[in-house]
C-alpha cells in the first residue's frame, strides 16, 4: 500500500501545482474557437478505458523490466495524464468564495496593516484542496493499468487475493481503517466547500492558451491515440475473421442492458442531487464513489451477504447499485456544469430564438452527454463487473480482462475492437436521435 500512497501523493501535489498555471487559462465564461475541440482533448484520457491502454502498452513495458525507476515514471505519467482532467474540471466547476473585487479588498487589508493570514485564513480557497484529492484518489485506487503494467499497488494484491479464495469478512477488516480515513478527509473537504457567486479567477493579462493545448496534445496522444492505433494495427489481421469466430455476443448484450440501467439511474440520481443543499446529503450520496472501485465493490458484496439481502446476490442487482454508486460524484459534477449552462441568459436566448443547433447545445444537448458519459463508464467498467456480476453473467469487460492476461495477439484485438465500437455506434444514435427531437420542436 505504501508504493500506492507515495504515488498518488506526488501526483496529487503536481496536479496543485498545475492546476495554478492551467486553471487561470481555461477560461469558460466567454467563447473561444476551437473551446470544444480544446474540452474534448482535456477529457479524452480519462474517458479512455485504462484497461485497453494498459493493453496496448504491454509489450512496450516489457522492455523496462530492467529498469525499474523509467518503468515507475511512465507508468505514473500514464496514470497521471489520465486523471488530471479531473482537477481541472473540479477546479473550473467550484465557485470561490471570494471575487475580484473580494482579492482587492484582501490586498487593501495588508495595505492597512490587517492581519492578512487571518483574512486569506477565514476565505481558504478549497479549489485546490479538491483538485488534489481527486487526484489522489484516484491514482491512489488505480487498478486495470498497475495490473497489466507490472506496477506495486494494493489494489492488485486485495483483488488477486479476493479472486484465490480470501475470505471476504477478513478483506473487510483490514480495509476498514483505509475506508475510514479517506471518508474523514474527503467529510472535511466537503465541510470546506461552500456554494457561492465568485467565478474562477481568470487572467486576461497575458493568454498563454498553448500551454493548455500542449497539455491537452500531449495526454490525448499518450493516453488515447497512441493506444488506438496500437490495438487497431494489432486487429488489423483478425477483423476479417471475426464473422465465424466471434462469440460474445452474450457478455455485449449484458454490458449494454446493464449500462443502460446504471447509467440511466446515475444520471436522474445525479440531477437530483444538483438541487439538494444538505452538505450531509450530498456527502452520503457521493463519498461511497470516491471510495475507489475495489472498496465500493467489497462493501457492496459484503453488504449482500446479510440474511435478508443474501437472496438477491445471483442478480444484477448488486452490480447496477455499485455501478450507480461508483457514476454518482462524476454525473453530479458534470450535472451541475450542464444546469449552470441550461440556466444562463444564453440558454433562454437560444430557446426562443436560436436556430435548432444552439437550442440543442443550450438545452438538451449537455444532459444527454452527462447520460452517454454514465452508460460509456458503466459498460467499460472492470472492476465491478468482476467482483459484483452474479454468475449467470459475464459482462464483456471482465471477459476481455481475463483473456489479456494471455498476452496481445490480432483475435483479441480484433475483439477489443468491436467491444469497443459497439457502444460508440449507439451513442451516435442516440445523439442524433436526441437532435432529431429537438429540431423538430424548434
Known amino acids: 500500500m505504501v ?12 496536479a496543485v501545482v498545475l492546476n495554478g498555471v492551467m486553471l487561470p487559462r ?19 484520457p480519462f474517458l479512455t478505458p485504462p484497461l485497453l491502454t494498459a493493453y496496448a502498452y504491454t509489450t512496450p513495458f516489457l522492455y523496462l523490466v530492467h529498469y525499474p525507476w523509467i518503468e515507475e515514471v511512465a507508468y505514473a505519467s500514464l496514470v497521471f495524464l489520465r486523471v ?17 473585487e473580494g482579492r482587492y479588498c484582501q490586498a487593501l487589508a495588508g495595505d492597512q496593516g490587517l492581519p492578512r493570514w487571518s ?32 506496477r506495486p499497488a494494493w489494489t492488485v494484491a486485495m483483488f488477486d487475493a479476493q479472486a484465490q479464495g480470501y475470505t471476504l469478512s477478513l478483506t473487510l477488516k483490514q480495509l476498514w481503517p483505509l475506508a475510514f480515513i479517506q471518508v474523514v478527509a474527503i467529510s472535511a473537504v466537503f465541510k470546506l466547500v461552500q456554494r457561492g457567486d465568485a467565478v474562477a479567477p481568470v487572467s486576461q493579462q497575458s493568454d498563454r492558451s498553448w500551454i493548455l493545448w500542449g497539455y491537452a496534445s500531449i495526454a490525448a496522444c499518450l493516453v488515447c491515440i497512441v493506444p488506438a492505433v496500437i490495438i487497431v494495427n494489432n486487429a ?55 471510495l475507489g472501485t475495489l472498496l465500493l465493490s467489497l462493501g457492496v458484496l459484503g453488504l449482500f451477504q446479510w440474511p435478508g439481502l443474501l437472496a438477491f446476490r445471483d442478480r444484477p442487482i448488486p ?114 436521435l436526441g437532435y432529431g427531437l429537438t429540431s423538430r420542436r424548434g
Not at 29 to 42: E, T
Not at 87 to 100: D, H, M
Open 3 to 14: 508504493p500506492s500512497f507515495l504515488r498518488a501523493s506526488v501526483l496529487a501535489v503536481l
Open 26 to 44: 481555461l477560461i469558460l465564461s466567454r467563447p473561444r474557437r476551437f473551446g470544444r475541440l480544446l474540452w474534448v482533448m482535456i477529457v479524452l
Open 84 to 100: 488530471y482532467p479531473l482537477a481541472l474540471l473540479g477546479g473550473a466547476l467550484i465557485p470561490r468564495r471570494l471575487s475580484k
Open 119 to 150: 483574512f486569506r485564513w477565514r476565505h481558504f480557497e478549497p479549489v485546490n484542496l479538491v483538485a488534489g484529492l481527486l487526484v489522489f484518489l484516484y491514482a491512489f485506487h488505480d487498478f486495470e493499468m498497475a495490473t497489466f503494467l507490472l
Open 236 to 290: 488489423a489481421r483478425g477483423i476479417p475473421q471475426l464473422s465465424s469466430t466471434f462469440s460474445m455476443q452474450r457478455e455485449v448484450g449484458d454490458s449494454l442492458m446493464v449500462a443502460f440501467v446504471a447509467g440511466t439511474l446515475a444520471f436522474l440520481l445525479a440531477k437530483g442531487l444538483c438541487r439538494v443543499r444538505s452538505k450531509a446529503v450530498l456527502a452520503a450520496c457521493l463519498i461511497p464513489g470516491l
Open 319 to 432: 452490480l447496477v447499485i455499485g455501478l450507480v454508486l461508483a457514476l454518482l460524484p462524476l454525473l453530479t459534477l458534470l450535472t451541475a456544469l450542464a444546469h449552470r449552462r441550461d440556466q444562463s441568459e444564453a440558454s433562454w436566448s437560444a430557446q426562443l430564438m436560436g436556430p435548432r443547433r444552439f437550442r440543442w447545445a443550450y438545452g438538451r444537448g449537455p444532459y444527454l452527454g452527462v447520460w452517454a458519459c454514465g452508460f460509456y463508464l458503466a459498460y467499460f467498467d472492470v472492476t465491478i463487473s468482476k467482483i459484483l456480476a452474479p454468475a449467470s453473467m459475464m459482462p464483456i469487460m471482465g471477459r476481455l480482462y481475463d483473456l489479456m492476461h494471455y498476452g496481445r495477439d490480432t483475435m483479441l484485438s480484433a475483439y477489443v475492437v468491436v467491444t469497443v465500437a459497439v457502444p460508440f455506434f449507439i451513442l451516435v444514435l442516440a445523439t442524433a
